[in-house]
């Protein structure tokens, strides 16, 4: 990922908690439109990575448009063959068609990212995903 970008996203990412800690809902909203410009703006291009997509979704309360982001950061990291992001985005998505109580999609989303953490050093997301797994598969 362009560092230049990376340090943009991880900067953000770090006004957002601060905003939501400090509950300044429109510091929060500047700096959520200022992801969503930088995601717009190098979308499709050699600056584009599921980073700032997943990040534009973390900071999304609406689980739908949140899925939506998810889903199009998965596409990135699938693109790139990142197994890291796969992981951590696919748990992402499932965890939120649970909250939507949508038990099927999110087996599948966590299949798919259990194959994924195969490859990954995170045993903590792949326990994660293998819990959360399990406990679907078992209600």
């Known amino acids: 990922m ?3 970008v990376y340090k943009q996203v991880h900067t953000l990412a770090e006004s957002l908690m601060a905003a ?3 509950k300044k809902q429109s510091r929060f909203d500047e700096c959520y439109a200022e992801l969503k410009q930088v995601c717009e703006e190098h979308e499709d291009t050699d600056k584009d990575h599921p980073v700032q997509w997943e ?3 973390d900071f999304t309360d609406d689980f739908d448009l949140a899925i939506s982001l998810y889903e199009k950061a998965l ?3 699938e693109a790139i ?3 890291d992001f796969r992981s951590s985005i696919g748990f992402s998505v499932a965890s939120l068609q649970v909250e939507l109580g949508h038990k099927e999609s999110a ?3 966590l299949e798919k990212a259990k194959i994924s953490s ?3 050093v995170d045993r903590d997301l792949k326990a994660e995903i293998i819990d959360l797994l399990e406990k679907l598969q078992n209600s």
């Open 107 to 109: 087996i599948a989303h």
């Open 81 to 83: 063959n990142s197994k």
């Open 118 to 120: 195969n490859k990954i």
């Open 55 to 57: 990040t534009l979704a």
């Open 20 to 22: 939501v800690h400090r």
């Open 2 to 4: 362009n560092t230049k």
């Open 75 to 77: 596409v990135k990291a």
